[in-house]
């Protein structure tokens, strides 16, 4: 299928629609009451800081709505303005966050539900509008979208799409795009389905493990069985592997996309030569700008001398996972939670370790003075934040 002839006269359609509807100032207030804190604005401008009682809060200083995310909630509000009477769908959560999806599913706004076959868009009519979230929607999703004849809503980051353009231009080259992600991530899903040809790694082990296949070749069975889920139909290690184009999620933590780059530019240097390494070898920087400065901001703060660590945001979100784990790897106590009711008391929390389940910890707040690192993922709003500051003040009172 030609993936761009498609998606070119998709936007090329009446029924679909990539901005807003021009009720920007009417959403403007729902947007700045459900999202925005002044508590927060507070600690901004007092260099990220807040002393209350025995309680300091530093504050990463840059977390939070990214503009990709807020952009798709305010025009998935839009949406609904436009069309108040009209049945909406979201082909999955608008963003990774539970207090925004509900915040649509209170709008009347549903989601395609996931079965083991995959989404039902079997419920979706002709006249209904579809929005496509932040993260994406996969070329055969708005396929079955566009051919129902309903109206399309995308509202798909840029820094996703232009992801999608750089496997593009894998595919020019015939090249495999080697993605950095999570195979069964919506935006990997996406990403994956512009391809023609394309294999995707979790982590830099997973890379090595190609790269040590692309030098010294490997067991072919057990190559397919390890990445079984994660690429493309007659995917074969043996002859794909030739010319390769590196891509990623945006949320993925960007040091470790950077080193998969690195090894995969060095791996195919060590193959084919210097001279031949821009024949086999694609690399464009597709790192989200957002996704960085969170991560370069808490670099900093897990620096400095905390007590503990608070990372709020949706426990499906890539990028707030990442935060926790950088948290994690300075050995500072932390805490993964997606909303303050998380917080039960002074002695009790409800919280997601990293790669395990939810769970409760006791004992989690220290008595006497703190100094507590709080940062959040780009789908969580600043409201949910101050929330959680908010009750740690109250537990700590």
């Known amino acids: 299928m030609d993936t761009k002839a498609f998606k070119r006269s998709l936007q090329q359609s009446e029924n679909y629609h990539r901005k807003g509807f021009g009720h920007e100032a009417e959403v403007a207030g729902v947007m700045q009451s459900a999202y925005q804190s002044s508590l927060i604005q507070q600690i901004r401008e007092n260099n990220y800081t807040l002393k209350r009682g025995d309680v300091t809060i530093r504050l990463a200083q840059a977390f939070g709505f990214c503009w990709g995310v807020e952009r798709a909630v305010a025009i998935a509000y839009e949406t609904r303005q436009h069309f108040p009477t009209e049945r909406l769908w979201i082909t999955n959560e608008i963003i990774h966050n539970p ?8 709008l009347q706004v549903k989601f395609i539900e996931v079965t083991k076959n995959g989404k039902d868009f079997s419920v979706v009519d002709r006249d209904d509008v579809v ?31 232009k992801v999608w353009n750089t496997v593009e231009k894998h595919k020019k080259r015939d090249c495999t795009s080697i993605i950095h992600g999570k195979y069964n991530h919506e935006e990997t899903v996406a990403t994956s389905s512009f391809a023609n040809k394309y294999l995707i790694v979790l982590n830099l082990r997973e890379a090595e493990y190609v790269s040590n296949y692309i030098l010294n070749g490997g067991n072919r069975e057990e190559f397919l069985a390890k990445f079984s889920k994660a690429y493309s139909a007659d ?23 950077e080193q998969i780059g690195k090894l995969f530019e060095k791996t195919m240097m060590r193959k084919y030569g210097p001279d031949q390494l821009n024949e086999h070898f694609q690399s464009f920087n597709t790192i989200c700008d957002a996704t960085q400065e969170r991560q370069d901001a ?15 945001g949706g426990f499906n979100s890539s990028n707030t996972t990442h935060l926790q784990e950088m948290a994690v790897e300075h050995k500072i106590p932390s805490y993964h939670i997606d909303s303050a009711e998380r917080i039960l008391s002074e002695n009790r929390i409800e919280h997601k370790p990293l790669g395990g389940d939810l769970t409760i910890a006791k004992g989690w707040l220290p008595p006497g003075e703190i100094i507590l690192g709080v940062t959040s993922g780009a789908s969580t709003p600043d409201k949910v934040v101050e929330d959680a500051i908010e009750r740690i003040f109250e537990m700590k009172a």
């Open 99 to 106: 207090s925004v999806n509900q915040h649509l599913l209170d």
């Open 298 to 312: 808490m670099i900093s703060l897990v620096e400095e001398k905390l007590d503990l660590m608070l990372v709020i």
């Open 235 to 257: 995917f074969d290690p043996d002859r794909d592997l030739e010319y390769i184009g590196i891509a990623n999620q945006t949320t993925m933590l960007k040091s470790e996309t």
């Open 131 to 161: 929005i496509l979230p932040a993260f994406g929607a996969s070329v055969q999703e708005m396929q079955i979208l566009n051919d129902k004849g309903c109206k399309i809503v995308d509202t798909t980051c840029p820094w996703v799409s």
